[in-house]
Each structure stands twice: as structure tokens, then as C-alpha cells.
């Protein structure tokens, strides 16, 4: 706090007051032109409007040599305040509850800033303002020029300000007044060493981690063509010296715009840098009540989260920062179109289907011949003339724009015309479109929300969030894989086609979850380029025309999907989905949830860059799972099921929501019109999740067992076997057997247990499970009750019976059996069966019977097996017991 004059000095003060003060938060430079201010208007008292800056409350906390007689502005009653000095600012929100004054007419206001005008600017009656780097400068000349002495002390703070404010004349703002100022200082004895001392002390440990998570958060975004970067951090308590941190990680990155946002304690806090004119931080942070320099700027948001601050900050960012865009900035492409032979009803299915407003029509070539819009279908259709071709009815007189037209020159053409679509036109080439819509999302750019839900297509995000993520990809994924990646990157450019590392690989490369599954989704002609991959490669490729799909099969096995940029349409709830090409965009758009919408640029420009076009990065940190859009679950019901698999495998929840459209799309009962192979397809992988009960209980939760079979229940008594299941299981791995088994076979006949056996079949044939497993399913049911009933009936020496029991049945019947019985003497037999008895063998075969002087006959499975219940009761144990037990047992079958 700063040092206060005493209630005797108040007493002399005037009824009449004259007070210099600054703006909130001050700084050195504020503090600084105060105590020039006090040179200039002896008779006035120095009131900070509020708190300082934790350096400068430091600085009047430990140094004692600094002695300024300022007043706490609740002594000061503001009634008798007659003159108002304002320095370094002039912006009314800016200097506290001193901006109540403005309103009286009789109140006078000096001001003496260095900032750019904006639009909350006090109007003075004496205005001296010059846009130096620090305000301290201009007023160090007025001092100078009035031949006003100072100290060395004095000159000392004064200089503080303009080192503070230039940061040590390395800011782009400096000006050759600044210089001049500093240097007439310390000619009158400024210190440099107390300076040095003020400015560079050493980062405490809060410090450097708190740099380190700006460093670590930074993420890179092209807005309107300018690269910006934004970091954030979040510590539970105040951390001082922010805007340093700012600055170190601006010069260590050597960064042109850094905008960092950090939550300490109930505030955020902002703090941005420029070095180019394209962007004003000034006028950004303006708009959360702050101000600064063009090059240097800061606020304090109160009553909003770091994610609240973050969005407004890009929406701001959006609209603030103008560059030149032009029409292949912002066109779509590819143009979905049709032939102009295309009859009216066939072009309202297709407009109806990919949810958009207008059909190109092409021909051949894809030279554009015209457009025929929604609203021209219909009422084509209304007047009856559904049959009759397109051509008759399309606009065949438009306005169009090339790839380099400007967004002011679209906007001029769109506006003043009232034009609902441009095409963009590459000579006569269609090689895109502009919408209306297109237009208007970029000119006022709408703020997303947590779980902000797109309807279609036209609503994708304009901003897209891009960081480099190249060397998290080398540390997570084998060297042979990066090699592979680079690969294609390089052959794409060659094709001139983008490439993108798409899917759950790059979802868990960030999650640091172990994945290999490469699929690769390329903006261009798919199959061609596996093709061409293969052959650069040595691999084989296999292609699916109908969905623009590859599969590339490297020389060791190793295989890599590859998809050509599309889009899907549903024609029914449930149903398989048609496929068209598209843009990476639109592809990311068909996809399920928002964290499986990463992409990773793989071209040698761009390898590396991850492209999150639905805030995919912001989901995974908040562990949260969100559909794209509203539709999502009607048009694909197993996505619920895949809902549930994933937030149980990584620990998420679903979003609010998404959790209101799951039970939106079970109400409407969407399910029943699902295959039953694509539900199996869906169960099964659940059941495949290394702890799948959690997920069976989501089911349940959400009403979903009823339409995998009417009877199925979650009772108690499944819960038990299932629980039973886990722990068996678990056992059973750890003991390292070897024995090749599918867990999913005991988790599903667990679950179906509570199942009639005319129920069971049913399921059977509701899922479409193939012959052989249909009759493995329903044979593993069968063997399970008898193989309880069997060993219940044991007794006594029992090895070999327990043997024969067991033997002939699959590991999920005997691993099933032991979690239903609830007999300790059963489980202990099957134990003991996969511990010490399964693959037992005996040393002798039919050869050595022969070598013993047997004849061979029928007789010989007598004494194999006889010598095998000896060997499992532990009668015999080596070979030589072997033909000893045969002799005593058998000598009299011996070929005399």
C-alpha cells in the first residue's frame, strides 16, 4: 500500500481540492507521471482510484527511500473536489469512482496521456497528449522545459516508468522522445542499478510454472489471415508480475500478437502484445474494460470463467482484426451440382438432403450453366411441374467472382444486389460458392457456447483452432508410422491434394492412450491416391468406389485406411448413410462426437498442424462427450451406444445436452428400425471394453436393453453374475495360461442370462449372428446348466471325471459356469481344472504300445485312457510309471 498522508495534513488541505490521479491497476509509469503531475501542481494531493499493480505495491512495501504523501481516496470527500489532473489515461471506466465527477459542470479535468484516442475518452479542458512509449516522457519535457528541479530519487521513479513502459526501449511503441527523456534522467542522477533491480528480479517457482502452462496451452489461429496466438493458465491464488510472464514468452517465441489469458483467484486476467499494425491490442482489451498501446495492453474480467473470457476473446479477435480475405478464403468447395437434365423433384430431394438453399447446374466439364434455388423448386412443385427439367426453370443470368476476389468486393456485389449465392468461378470452371450465409458469418461472427449444437452444413464454425502438434506425434507414435506419415504428406503434395491423420489415433494421441489405427482422409480423389501410394510404397491397395474408400496393406502387414473427403445423407432413421465427396470440413461435420473431429495436417507446409474445427480440444480437457448436431442420434441410433462405450473407456461424461437428445431419440423408439448386425456390431464392443459393466449399466439407465431383446433386464441377480464375470476373469488372466478365449462371450451370455431359452434363440436370430457362432451361442447356454448339474453330482476322487466334464467345452462356457454357480466345491473344480488338469497328456502313444509288444486295436483308447486317469489322479508321473502301469494294468493284452 502506498504511504498516506496524516489526518493533521488533510486538515490543511482547502475546501476546494485539486487531485492528480491515475488509472486502476497502475503501474510504474502511472506512478511516475503522478509524482511529475505533483511538480507541476504543488497545491494538489496524489489519490491512486483504486488498487496498484503488485509490483508497485512491492516497491512502496520495500522501499523505504521513496517517501510521497498520497491519500486514500475514502479520506477525500469528492464534493470538494474542484479540479481533476488525470495522467496516463483518459478513458472514464478507467479511473474509478473519480468518474462521478464528470457529470458536475463546474468540475475541470487536466489531462496529461500517451494513449490512442478510443471511444470511452474523458473531453478536458487542458489536454496534453502525444503518443510516446511512456506518458512520463511528454512530461518529463514540460518539467524540463520549466526548468523544475528534481532529485536523483525522483528522476530515478520517473525513469522507472519509461523503462517499465517501453519495456526497456525493446517495445515498437518507442519513440525517440522516450530516449531523450531517459537520458535528461539520468543526467539528473537516476539510478540505473535500482532500475535494473525493480525490473529483472528472478521468477519465483509460482512464476516459471505459471509460464510454463502459457507456454504449454499456446495455440496458433489464422483470424482473417493474421497468425495469433493464444495462451491461458489458471492458478488457485494471485500470481503477481503477469504482463512480465506475457513479455518473456513473447520474446522467447519471438511471437508477432500474443494474447494470454489467466484465472487467478475470481478474476481473469488479460494481457496482450503486438508487434504488427494489423493488430491494436489496445482496442480488443478496450472491450473488456481495459486499455493500453496498440502494441501493449491489458484488462481485468470479472464475474467470467477462463472459457467465457476465451470465447469472447475469439469473437472479439474475429470482428477487430480486418485482413483482406478473398473468395478462395471463403468460398465451399467442392460445390455440390446437378445437370441441368435433372428433373425438379430429383433436385428437391437433393436440396433437401444435404440441407441446402441452392443447386449449381453443371454440365459435363463442370461449366457452370446456372442455379435453380429452393424457393424456385418449390413452387415449381406447387404449380405441378415436378417432371419437367431443371433446365427450364434454373437462373441462367448471375453474378460470379474469381478465386482472388476481395471480401469487401463480395460483400459490395452481395449486399447491393441482394445476391443469395456467387459461385466462384476458376475461368469457367465452378471451382466453388459464397452464400449469404457464408457472408454473414464472417461479418459478425457468432460466439460459440459449451455445447453449441450445428444444425447443418451452413452453420460449420468459421474460426478454426490450429496448433502444431508435430512433436507430440514423434513422442507418442512409433518411428516407422512418422516415416509413413511424412510419406503421404509428401505424396499428397506431389497429387496436389491436402492430407489429414484423422480419427481416434490423433483423439488419443492427445489423450496419450495407445492407438495404431491409421485412417487418412484426403481432399482429392481418394482411391488415386492410394493407388499412388502403393505403388511409391510397395503395398497393395484395395478400393471401394461406391464410398471413395482404400485400404493400403503395407509389405508387413500393417494396414492404413484411406477415405476421400465426403459427406453422408440418411435417407431414414437408422438406415446406412449415402456418401458424396466433400471438404474436410463437411467430413469432420458426418463424424459422431466432437472430440473424434481432430484432424492433423500431414503435407510438408503443414505437417503437423491439428485442425479443430468443433472445439475438440476444449471437450477432451473438460472430459466431456458432445454429438456435432441434433440430428445425430436419429439419423445413426448406435452412436448412443457409442456414447456410452467411450465415456465409460475414457472416464468422460456426456454432455448435458447430448444426454437430452440420447433420451429424445429412445422416446421416438429409433432403435427399432436399426439392423440387428449393426446393434450386434455395436454390443459386441462394448462388451469388448476391458471392464464393460459400466456401460451395461448406462444402457439400462437409458432404456436400451428392451431393444436389443423385449425381456432383458438388469436385475440384481445379473448384476451379481456379472460382477462375478470381472472378477473371474481377472483371475484368469493373471494366470498367464495361455488359453485363447473372447471375454465379450462371457460378458454377453452374463447379461443375457436372465433370458427364457425361446427368449435366448430369439436374440440369437435378432442380432444376425452367423450359423456357426448362432450355434456356438446357444450351445454355450445349453452346456453351461449341464455342466453345473454334473459337477454338482462329483465326489470323491474326482480328477478325471472333472476332466471329462470339462474338457470338451470352450473356455467362455467353463469361465461363464464359474461366475453363475454360486457353489464355492464347483468353482473350485473348474479352477482347479484350468490350474492342473486342462492339457494333460500322457508320455506314451500307439508307437510305443506297439514297441511294448501290443498289438494294435480298438483296446488301445482303453489303455490310453485308463493311463490318462491314472495320470490325472496322480497315479503315474513320469514315462517309466507310464509302461510300468500298463504292464500291471494291461500285461494280459500283450501279442503273445
Given at each position: 500500500?502506498?504511504?498516506?498522508?496524516?489526518?493533521?495534513?488533510?486538515?490543511?488541505?482547502?475546501?476546494?481540492?485539486?487531485?492528480?490521479?491515475?488509472?486502476?491497476?497502475?503501474?510504474?509509469?502511472?506512478?511516475?507521471?503522478?509524482?511529475?503531475?505533483?511538480?507541476?501542481?504543488?497545491?494538489?494531493?496524489?489519490?491512486?482510484?483504486?488498487?496498484?499493480?503488485?509490483?508497485?505495491?512491492?516497491?512502496?512495501?520495500?522501499?523505504?527511500?521513496?517517501?510521497?504523501?498520497?491519500?486514500?481516496?475514502?479520506?477525500?470527500?469528492?464534493?470538494?473536489?474542484?479540479?481533476?489532473?488525470?495522467?496516463?489515461?483518459?478513458?472514464?471506466?478507467?479511473?474509478?469512482?473519480?468518474?462521478?465527477?464528470?457529470?458536475?459542470?463546474?468540475?475541470?479535468?487536466?489531462?496529461?496521456?500517451?494513449?490512442?484516442?478510443?471511444?470511452?475518452?474523458?473531453?478536458?479542458?487542458?489536454?496534453?497528449?502525444?503518443?510516446?512509449?511512456?506518458?512520463?516522457?511528454?512530461?518529463?519535457?514540460?518539467?524540463?522545459?520549466?526548468?523544475?528541479?528534481i532529485t536523483p530519487d525522483e528522476a530515478t521513479l520517473m525513469s522507472l516508468g519509461i523503462y517499465e513502459d517501453t519495456g526497456s526501449f525493446t517495445f515498437s511503441s518507442t519513440k525517440t522522445e522516450d530516449y531523450e527523456a531517459a537520458a535528461w534522467l539520468l543526467e539528473q542522477g537516476a539510478s540505473l542499478n535500482t532500475i535494473s533491480d525493480m525490473l529483472t528480479r528472478e521468477l519465483t517457482a509460482e512464476q516459471v510454472w505459471l509460464l510454463n502452462d502459457l507456454m504449454a496451452s499456446a495455440t496458433k489461429n489464422n483470424i482473417n489471415g493474421i497468425e495469433v496466438v493464444i495462451a491461458k493458465a489458471k492458478s488457485d491464488r494471485y500470481i503477481g508480475d503477469f504482463a512480465v510472464l506475457v513479455q518473456k514468452f513473447m520474446e522467447m517465441e519471438n511471437l508477432n500478437?500474443?494474447?494470454?489469458?489467466?484465472?487467478?483467484?475470481?478474476?481473469?486476467?488479460?494481457?496482450?502484445?503486438?508487434?504488427?499494425?494489423e493488430v491494436n491490442v489496445a482496442e480488443i482489451a478496450f472491450e473488456f474494460g481495459g486499455g493500453g498501446h496498440p502494441q501493449a495492453a491489458s484488462a481485468t474480467i470479472i464475474e467470467k470463467t477462463l472459457i467465457q473470457a476465451e470465447e469472447d476473446l475469439h469473437s472479439i479477435l474475429l470482428r477487430r482484426i480486418d485482413f483482406e480475405r478473398t473468395a478462395k478464403d471463403m468460398m465451399t468447395s467442392p460445390v455440390i451440382n446437378i445437370s441441368s437434365e435433372v428433373t425438379i423433384r430429383e433436385a428437391n430431394d437433393t436440396l433437401t438432403r444435404y440441407n441446402i438453399n441452392f443447386l449449381m447446374v453443371v454440365d459435363e466439364g463442370k461449366i457452370l450453366k446456372g442455379y435453380i434455388s429452393r424457393q424456385m423448386v418449390d413452387r415449381a412443385i406447387f404449380l405441378g411441374l415436378e417432371m419437367r427439367p431443371v433446365r427450364e426453370y434454373m437462373n441462367v443470368e448471375f453474378y460470379h467472382v474469381g478465386p482472388e476476389t476481395t471480401l469487401n468486393q463480395i460483400q459490395d456485389l452481395i449486399i447491393s444486389n441482394k445476391v443469395g449465392v456467387l459461385p466462384v468461378l476458376k475461368g469457367s470452371?465452378?471451382?466453388?460458392?459464397?452464400?449469404?450465409?457464408?457472408?454473414?458469418?464472417?461479418?459478425?461472427?457468432?460466439?460459440?457456447?459449451?455445447?453449441?449444437?450445428?444444425?447443418?452444413?451452413?452453420?460449420?464454425?468459421?474460426?478454426?483452432?490450429?496448433?502444431?502438434?508435430?512433436?507430440?506425434?514423434?513422442?507418442?507414435?512409433?518411428?516407422?508410422?512418422?516415416?509413413?506419415l511424412k510419406d503421404l504428406g509428401e505424396l499428397a503434395d506431389r497429387l496436389d491434394y491436402n492430407a489429414y491423420l484423422v480419427g481416434g489415433l490423433v483423439r488419443d494421441v492427445i489423450l496419450k492412450r495407445e492407438n495404431l489405427d491409421v485412417d487418412i482422409v484426403i481432399e482429392g480423389d481418394g482411391i488415386k491416391f492410394a493407388r499412388t501410394s502403393a505403388s511409391h510404397l510397395g503395398a497393395k491397395v484395395r478400393s471401394y468406389p461406391k464410398f471413395g474408400t482404400a485400404v493400403l496393406v503395407m509389405p508387413d502387414g500393417f494396414k492404413i485406411d484411406v477415405a476421400t473427403a465426403r459427406m453422408e445423407h440418411y435417407e431414414s432413421p437408422a438406415a446406412l448413410p449415402e456418401v458424396k465427396l466433400s471438404s474436410l470440413?463437411?467430413?469432420?461435420?458426418?463424424?459422431?462426437?466432437?472430440?473424434?473431429?481432430?484432424?492433423?495436417?500431414?503435407?510438408?507446409?503443414?505437417?503437423?498442424?491439428?485442425?479443430?474445427?468443433?472445439?475438440?480440444?476444449?471437450?477432451?480437457?473438460?472430459?466431456?462427450?458432445?454429438?456435432?448436431?441434433?440430428?445425430?442420434?436419429?439419423?445413426?441410433?448406435?452412436?448412443?451406444?457409442?456414447?456410452?462405450?467411450?465415456?465409460?473407456?475414457?472416464?468422460?461424461?456426456?454432455?448435458?445436452?447430448?444426454?437430452?437428445?440420447?433420451?429424445?431419440?429412445?422416446?421416438?423408439?429409433?432403435?427399432?428400425?436399426?439392423?440387428?448386425?449393426?446393434?450386434?456390431?455395436?454390443?459386441?464392443?462394448?462388451?469388448?471394453?476391458?471392464?464393460?459393466?459400466?456401460?451395461?449399466?448406462?444402457?439400462?439407465?437409458?432404456?436400451?436393453?428392451?431393444?436389443?431383446?423385449?425381456?432383458?433386464?438388469?436385475?440384481?441377480?445379473?448384476?451379481?453374475?456379472?460382477?462375478?464375470?470381472?472378477?473371474?476373469?481377472?483371475?484368469?488372466?493373471?494366470?498367464?495360461?495361455?488359453?485363447?478365449?473372447?471375454p465379450w462371450k462371457?460378458?454377453?451370455?452374463?447379461?443375457?442370462?436372465?433370458?427364457?431359452?425361446?427368449?435366448?434363440?430369439?436374440?440369437?436370430?435378432?442380432?444376425?449372428?452367423?450359423?456357426?457362432?448362432?450355434?456356438?451361442?446357444?450351445?454355450?447356454?445349453?452346456?453351461?446348466?449341464?455342466?453345473?448339474?454334473?459337477?454338482?453330482?462329483?465326489?470323491?476322487?474326482?480328477?478325471?471325471?472333472?476332466?471329462?466334464?470339462?474338457?470338451?467345452?470352450?473356455?467362455?462356457?467353463?469361465?461363464?459356469?464359474?461366475?453363475?454357480?454360486?457353489?464355492?466345491?464347483?468353482?473350485?473344480?473348474?479352477?482347479?481344472?484350468?490350474?492342473r488338469l486342462k492339457g494333460t497328456e500322457v508320455f506314451l502313444k500307439g508307437k510305443d504300445l506297439i514297441a511294448m509288444g501290443y498289438k494294435p486295436g480298438p483296446f488301445f483308447k482303453e489303455i490310453l485312457e485308463g493311463l490318462l486317469e491314472a495320470k490325472l489322479e496322480g497315479d503315474v508321473s513320469t514315462k517309466e510309471d507310464e509302461i510300468e502301469f500298463v504292464k500291471d494294468r494291461f500285461g494280459s493284452l500283450l501279442d503273445t
Open positions: 500500500m502506498a504511504p498516506e498522508a496524516s489526518e493533521k495534513e488533510m486538515k490543511k488541505h482547502t475546501p476546494h481540492l485539486e487531485v492528480i490521479t491515475t488509472h486502476v491497476n497502475a503501474d510504474f509509469d502511472a506512478l511516475a507521471s503522478m509524482l511529475a503531475a505533483k511538480k507541476l501542481y504543488p497545491e494538489a494531493i496524489m489519490v491512486f482510484p483504486g488498487a496498484q499493480e503488485k509490483n508497485l505495491r512491492n516497491f512502496f512495501l520495500h522501499t523505504s527511500s521513496y517517501l510521497f504523501d498520497f491519500v486514500r481516496i475514502k479520506d477525500v470527500d469528492l464534493n470538494k473536489i474542484n479540479r481533476l489532473i488525470l495522467v496516463d489515461t483518459r478513458q472514464k471506466r478507467r479511473i474509478g469512482k473519480f468518474k462521478k465527477l464528470l457529470d458536475r459542470n463546474d468540475m475541470e479535468v487536466h489531462i496529461y496521456d500517451h494513449h490512442p484516442p478510443s471511444d470511452d475518452d474523458i473531453k478536458g479542458d487542458l489536454e496534453i497528449i502525444q503518443e510516446h512509449g511512456a506518458g512520463i516522457s511528454r512530461m518529463t519535457e514540460i518539467i524540463r522545459e520549466k526548468g523544475i528541479k500478437v500474443l494474447f494470454a489469458l489467466a484465472q487467478m483467484e475470481n478474476r481473469v486476467y488479460l494481457v496482450a502484445r503486438s508487434r504488427i499494425p470452371e465452378l471451382i466453388g460458392v459464397i452464400t449469404r450465409t457464408d457472408l454473414l458469418n464472417i461479418l459478425i461472427e457468432r460466439s460459440s457456447t459449451p455445447e453449441f449444437l450445428y444444425d447443418s452444413e451452413e452453420e460449420l464454425p468459421r474460426f478454426v483452432r490450429k496448433k502444431n502438434i508435430g512433436n507430440l506425434l514423434k513422442e507418442r507414435l512409433p518411428d516407422k508410422i512418422i516415416r509413413l470440413r463437411r467430413d469432420l461435420f458426418r463424424r459422431d462426437f466432437t472430440v473424434n473431429t481432430l484432424a492433423v495436417h500431414l503435407n510438408k507446409g503443414h505437417y503437423g498442424t491439428l485442425i479443430d474445427h468443433f472445439s475438440a480440444m476444449k471437450d477432451i480437457k473438460e472430459r466431456t462427450l458432445r454429438v456435432i448436431h441434433n440430428l445425430s442420434f436419429v439419423e445413426d441410433p448406435t452412436r448412443i451406444l457409442r456414447a456410452i462405450r467411450f465415456e465409460q473407456r475414457f472416464g468422460f461424461r456426456i454432455g448435458r445436452l447430448t444426454e437430452t437428445l440420447i433420451q429424445n431419440a429412445v422416446n421416438i423408439r429409433c432403435f427399432e428400425n436399426l439392423s440387428g448386425q449393426r446393434l450386434f456390431i455395436e454390443l459386441q464392443m462394448i462388451l469388448k471394453e476391458e471392464d464393460p459393466i459400466g456401460a451395461i449399466e448406462r444402457m439400462d439407465g437409458y432404456g436400451l436393453l428392451k431393444f436389443i431383446s423385449p425381456e432383458l433386464r438388469l436385475t440384481e441377480e445379473v448384476r451379481t453374475i456379472l460382477k462375478e464375470i470381472k472378477g473371474i476373469l481377472v483371475w484368469f488372466d493373471l494366470l498367464y495360461l495361455g488359453i485363447a478365449y473372447e462371457v460378458y454377453f451370455l452374463g447379461l443375457s442370462s436372465c433370458l427364457s431359452d425361446d427368449a435366448f434363440k430369439n436374440l440369437i436370430k435378432r442380432l444376425q449372428l452367423q450359423d456357426k457362432e448362432m450355434e456356438g451361442m446357444i450351445s454355450a447356454r445349453q452346456e453351461e446348466g449341464r455342466v453345473l448339474r454334473e459337477l454338482y453330482r462329483l465326489k470323491g476322487k474326482n480328477r478325471y471325471s472333472i476332466y471329462r466334464v470339462l474338457s470338451p467345452l470352450p473356455a467362455e462356457v467353463l469361465l461363464y459356469a464359474m461366475a453363475k454357480s454360486r457353489g464355492e466345491k464347483t468353482k473350485r473344480y473348474i479352477s482347479t481344472f484350468f490350474t
